[in-house]
């Protein structure tokens, strides 16, 4: 497990109508504040603020392929036009069991990054490629 130490930097909120909504510089858009997507900008700003990836090389929310099934990941970060993080979030009271590891490694099997990561924002694995197996990692990897 890899203790996150999140920037103090929160993301923009706003009240619209009978809702929040929370501004996602990626995307360049407000959007619904749920539980999962409070992780998820927060995740965001950590791998933006902290770990130095570009938001111009992440993606967030976009369709995939699984097989016959179109499915949506969260995260994923590109580094010379591949895939190389993908990240997977849930809300923080989701646990991070084998169902969502397993959720993860399917949207890999198409886009075969050699880091994956499931966070729920209180708790966050790191796995990388080696090989033909993923090992756990204890740190991200900055961006160069």
């Given at each position: 497990m890899i203790k996150i130490i999140y920037p103090e930097e929160n993301p923009k909120v706003r009240r619209k109508g009978d809702a929040n909504e929370v501004f996602c510089s990626v995307r360049r858009r407000w959007v619904?504040?749920?539980?999962?997507?409070?992780?998820?900008?927060?995740?965001?700003?950590?791998?933006?603020?902290v770990c130095g990836y570009p938001t111009?090389?992440?993606a967030v929310e976009r369709q995939l392929k699984v097989g016959n099934i179109t499915k949506?990941?969260?995260?994923?970060?590109?580094?010379?036009?591949?895939?190389?993080?993908?990240?997977?979030?849930?809300?923080?009271?989701?646990?991070l069991d084998m169902e969502v590891m397993m959720q993860a490694l399917r949207y890999n099997s198409e886009l075969r990054a050699p880091f994956l990561a499931i966070t729920n924002g209180v708790y966050t694995y790191l796995f990388q490629q080696l090989g033909n197996t993923?090992?756990?990692?204890?740190?991200?990897?900055?961006?160069?």
């Open positions: 619904k504040l749920t539980r999962e997507e409070w992780v998820r900008q927060n995740f965001l700003l950590y791998l933006h603020r111009s090389l992440t949506r990941f969260d995260i994923v970060l590109f580094k010379a036009d591949e895939p190389y993080l993908i990240v997977e979030c849930k809300e923080m009271n989701a646990p993923m090992e756990e990692a204890h740190a991200f990897p900055k961006w160069h």
